[in-house]
């Protein structure tokens, strides 16, 4: 199955925009799934498709692709978005794999 | 309210067998794939595998694949995954997630279980 690439860790300054990439050869053919991990909770899915949110996730969260890379941008970040993000994909025989995961923190 | 719930921790010796369990409700059971996640201790979230309860169609991570089972009862709306001889190297938290959007080129886990924590020590 792919691998997919995250950056370990980034920051942003309160109300700036930020982008968490994910690369990964399965991206060439599959939309990448985006989720948000607090502290102690369970992930929540925070973008997926070509740009979708799930209800209740605000509109400052965005998602894009371009050849072999996913990312997820939010723009006017909050103190509330720090966590841990990971994106998903799948390959051609139904074999789903996360990526390392993205430690965001807002300064 | 569409929600998958898990059963409680566990704590379990090396080479015991575990069977935890994740109820769907609120939702067609056999109508969504559920699939399998493992997060270490302060690790990142890991693929395990997922079922098609409708006709238990499986599919494993390479990663996994002959480590655990995955079953499904759909008479009970329920999904398990189960080990025959626990390591310590077990000790996780499990979550179940449903695989709520899917099309040609896409998919994702919309719904996930609260966890369950297994810990396996001597």
């Known amino acids: 199955s792919s691998e997919l690439t995250q950056d370990p860790a980034v920051s942003v300054a309160l109300g700036q925009t930020v982008r968490i990439t994910c690369q990964g050869d399965s991206l060439r053919s599959y939309y990448a799934s985006w989720y948000q991990q607090k502290p102690g909770q369970a992930p929540v899915l925070v973008i997926y498709g070509k740009n979708n949110r799930p209800s209740g996730i605000p509109d400052r969260f965005s998602g894009s692709s371009s050849g072999n890379t996913a990312s997820l941008t939010i723009t006017g970040a909050q103190a509330e978005d720090e966590a841990d993000y990971y994106c998903?994909?799948?390959?051609?025989?139904?074999?789903?794999?996360f990526g390392g995961g993205t430690k965001l923190t807002v300064l | 309210e569409v929600q998958l719930v898990q059963s409680g921790a566990e704590v379990k010796k090396p080479g015991e067998s575990l069977k935890i369990s994740c109820k769907g409700s609120?939702?067609?059971?056999?109508?969504?794939?559920i699939g399998w996640v493992r997060q270490m201790p302060g690790k990142g979230l890991e693929w395990m595998g997922i079922?098609?309860?409708?006709?238990?169609?499986?599919r494993y991570s390479p990663s996994f694949q002959g480590q655990v089972t995955i079953s499904a009862d759909k008479s009970i709306s329920t999904a398990y995954l189960q080990w025959s001889s626990l390591k310590a190297s077990d000790t996780a938290m499990y979550y179940c997630?449903?695989?709520?959007?899917?099309?040609?080129?896409?998919?994702?886990?919309?719904?996930w279980g609260q966890g369950t924590m297994v810990t396996v020590s001597s």
């Open positions: 998903n994909s799948r390959d051609s025989s139904g074999i789903r794999v």
């Open positions: 079922i098609y309860p409708g006709d238990s169609d499986t």
């Open positions: 609120g939702y067609s059971f056999t109508s969504y794939w």
């Open positions: 997630v449903r695989l709520g959007y899917s099309g040609y080129d896409y998919d994702a886990f919309d719904i």
